[in-house]
């Protein structure tokens, strides 16, 4: 979506700045919410901070995190890859969601459903695509890192988007069809039942409501998609942080 913007600036204008005299502009800027064929455009996140900053701790709060999602939280904590932003940690092994603040404090966490198809990339081309033509083998949850926004579906309903491009977003449960359970699949405690979706990532309703909207819905975040088929660093510039400053850390 194109914005064309025309800045014209009055002869007597021109003058006056010759002359000496100090003159403020001021330009209004539109912020336009995807609508179904914008692109979301990535903000500049701030630098990581130096290697000699502080570590900031990630208090789990008792959670059973896995190795890779642990290995991701305590990186994005202590590189800042985050900039100033919050961030969720989408672990696809365990169909699990971790919501974090902008500091790397983790708010909640949450069982997930996930695409229905094993992958780590989505088909070119399918966001495009009606929803009735992607096949059972290309209903994937892409991995990687992403800059969400908040939105809305071609539905009219309140979403936050994963991948645009690829109409992947993070969305309240929809239990339309009886025969797929999603309710029952959300509930169980086998990771594998929780995939049952075309790619996007599905969360109970009162998560949604006091988790992912305030924080995750309230503007730009960055979404960490943990790949299934591929290594860890294979998708992220992740490194081990050592269990000296973790502990340090969690001293202070």
Known sequence: MNHRFDWRVHRDVISGLKQGCLIGLAIAVMTIQPTGSARLATPTLAPPAPAA??????DWRGSAATDDARTIAEW???????????????????ARVYVFDSEARLIA???????????????AGIGQRPISQVRPEERTT???RFISA?????SGEDVVWVDYDNAVSMHRVRPVDPKERRLERLASPDP???RISYGCINVPVAFFDSVVQPV???GRAVVYVLPETRPL???FAAYAVSETRISAANSR
Request: glycine share 8%; aromatic share 2%; hydrophobic share 40%.
């Open 216 to 218: 995750l819905a309230s």
């Open 109 to 123: 966490a949450s069982p997930v459903l996930l695409g229905a198809a094993p992958g780590d990339d989505s088909v």
């Open 76 to 94: 994005v904590a202590d590189s800042r890859d985050n900039g100033s932003l919050p961030f969720a940690i989408l672990d696809k092994r365990d």
């Open 192 to 194: 594998a039942q929780r």
């Open 233 to 235: 660093q294979q998708t």
């Open 53 to 58: 900053a502080a570590h900031r701790a990630v």
């Open 150 to 154: 908040p939105g809305r579906n071609a």
């Open 142 to 144: 892409p991995a990687g």
